[in-house]
C-alpha cells in the first residue's frame, strides 16, 4: 500500500519552460490536493479536487493548472516555469474534503 | 491576522518531558483539527484530528481543542528525542473547503 505517490522528486527548470507533476493515490480517497511549501511560509493551497470531474482553485493558484485525470491521479502543470515557483510541492489525499489528508513525499523544484 | 497561527519556536524541552504545542485560528467557525509532524526534508505526517471540544488521547499525544477560544493544542507526554520535528497546525475554516496550515513550531528534544 503505497498511499500518495508522487513524481519526480527532484526537478530544475529553466524559466519559461513547462512542467507537470504527477500524483497517484491507491486510498481510494474522492478528495485530492496540491500544495506548496516554503520556508516562513508554511504549506499554501494551490489547487484542490473535491471530487473526480471537480477542481478548485487554493489560496496561490496563479501561474498553476490542475487536472484530475481520474479518481486516482490529479496533475499539476505549470505552463511557464519563474523562479518564483522554485517550492516543494506536496500533494495530498483525504476521504473527503474536512478530513484528514494524507501526504506524499513531496518534489523539490528549482527554477533557474 | 492570520488564518492559523503558531510560535515558530524553537521549542526545547528535555527528555522525558512533557512537550506543548499551541495554535489558534481566526474563523470561529471552524469544525475540523488537525496536528501533522514533519521531520526535515519529509513529508507531513498526520499525528491527531479532532473534530469536537475537549481532549483527545491517542498513546503520548493528546489533542485539546477550545472552540470558544479559539484555540488548539498538542501535548506530547514523556518526549523523545525521535519527537525533535516541525509540528504543524491545520485548520478547516468554516468559510471555505480548504484546510489552512499554520507555519509549524519546531521542537528539539534534549537527550
Known amino acids: 500500500n503505497a498511499g500518495v505517490t508522487q513524481t519526480p522528486k527532484f526537478q530544475v527548470l529553466k524559466t519559461g519552460q513547462s512542467m507537470t507533476l504527477q500524483c497517484a493515490q491507491d486510498m481510494n480517497h474522492n478528495s485530492m490536493y496540491w500544495y506548496r511549501q516554503d520556508p516562513g511560509m508554511g504549506l499554501r493551497l494551490i489547487y484542490y479536487?473535491?471530487?473526480?470531474?471537480?477542481?478548485d482553485k487554493g489560496e496561490v493558484p496563479n501561474g498553476y493548472n490542475v487536472s484530475r485525470l481520474n479518481k486516482r491521479e490529479f496533475s499539476l502543470r505549470l505552463e511557464s516555469a519563474a523562479p518564483s515557483q522554485t517550492s516543494v510541492y506536496f500533494c495530498?489525499?483525504?476521504?473527503?474534503?474536512?478530513?484528514?489528508?494524507?501526504f506524499g513525499q513531496g518534489t523539490r523544484l528549482t527554477v533557474v | 491576522q492570520k488564518e492559523v497561527e503558531q510560535n515558530s519556536g524553537p521549542l526545547s524541552v528535555p527528555e522525558g518531558a512533557i512537550a506543548s504545542l499551541n495554535c489558534t485560528y481566526s474563523?470561529?467557525?471552524?469544525?475540523?483539527f488537525f496536528w501533522y509532524r514533519q521531520y526535515s526534508g519529509k513529508s507531513p505526517e498526520l499525528i491527531m484530528s479532532i473534530y469536537s471540544n475537549g481532549d483527545k488521547e491517542d498513546g503520548r499525544f493528546t489533542a485539546q481543542l477550545n472552540k470558544a477560544s479559539q484555540y488548539v493544542s498538542l501535548l506530547i507526554r514523556d518526549s523523545q528525542p525521535s519527537d525533535s520535528a516541525t509540528y504543524l497546525c491545520a485548520v478547516n475554516l468554516d468559510t471555505g473547503n480548504q484546510f489552512y496550515f499554520g507555519t509549524g513550531t519546531s521542537l528539539t528534544v534534549i537527550p
Open positions: 479536487s473535491a471530487s473526480e470531474g471537480t477542481t
Open positions: 474563523d470561529r467557525g471552524s469544525q475540523s
Open positions: 495530498a489525499s483525504s476521504e473527503a474534503l474536512r478530513l484528514a489528508a494524507f
